[in-house]
């Protein structure tokens, strides 16, 4: 792991197409994995990060809608898991490990959260607005689905086709 970040994975490669594991102990791997997600997603940059997105198959997830530019924003939770959801907003989203793309996606207007911090406290809380939507396209990660699986069954052939010929041009 070169200068703490990692290698973020692409639309196509297993480990995004599996449920994440859940954790069970809060030991030294799962906080240098935390640490070096940050870091990855700052110098992404990404304002969300999932496990799966650097091959590690565990509910971890990292969210900060600053950048890194407000250490108070930052989120970094475990087993997330949504409780309750109200209403739906579509709004273009992009995603890390399919770059170069911004898709239309619906999404709960407002979620009611249950999961750990990293320190081992519980958290349940309300969210919407961005947060909201980061939240559950990071969860999405950890269930093994992507925005692309998300689309009609129409544009998810498109992008598909297009994503394929890119890989087949070394684009990709």
């Known amino acids: 792991m070169e200068s703490g970040i990692l290698k973020i994975c692409k639309y196509g490669e297993d480990v995004l197409k599996v449920k994440a594991r859940e954790i069970r102990d809060i030991d030294r791997h799962i906080t240098d994995?935390?640490?070096?997600?940050?870091?990855?997603?700052?110098?992404?940059?990404?304002?969300?990060?999932?496990?799966?997105?650097?091959s590690e198959s565990v509910q971890l997830l990292t969210l900060d809608l600053s950048v890194g530019?407000?250490?108070?924003?930052?989120?970094?939770?475990?087993?997330?898991q949504i409780i309750e959801a109200d209403g739906y907003e579509i709004s273009e989203e992009g995603c890390l490990s399919v770059p170069g793309y911004s898709l239309?996606?619906?999404?709960?207007?407002?979620?009611?959260?249950?999961?750990?911090l990293l320190d081992g406290q519980e958290l349940r809380a309300e969210f919407d607005?961005?947060?909201?939507?980061?939240?559950?396209?990071?969860?999405?990660?950890?269930?093994?689905?992507?925005?692309?699986d998300r689309l009609s069954s129409l544009k998810r052939t498109l992008v598909k086709k297009e994503i394929s010929q890119k890989r087949k041009s070394g684009q990709w």
């Open 129 to 148: 607005g961005l947060k909201a939507r980061v939240l559950q396209h990071e969860i999405d990660h950890l269930n093994g689905m992507l925005i692309v």
């Open 69 to 80: 530019e407000n250490p108070e924003e930052l989120l970094i939770i475990i087993n997330p």
């Open 104 to 116: 239309p996606i619906k999404r709960s207007a407002r979620i009611f959260l249950q999961a750990t």
């Open 33 to 54: 994995l935390a640490a070096a997600m940050v870091k990855t997603m700052h110098q992404a940059p990404g304002i969300g990060l999932a496990a799966p997105q650097v």
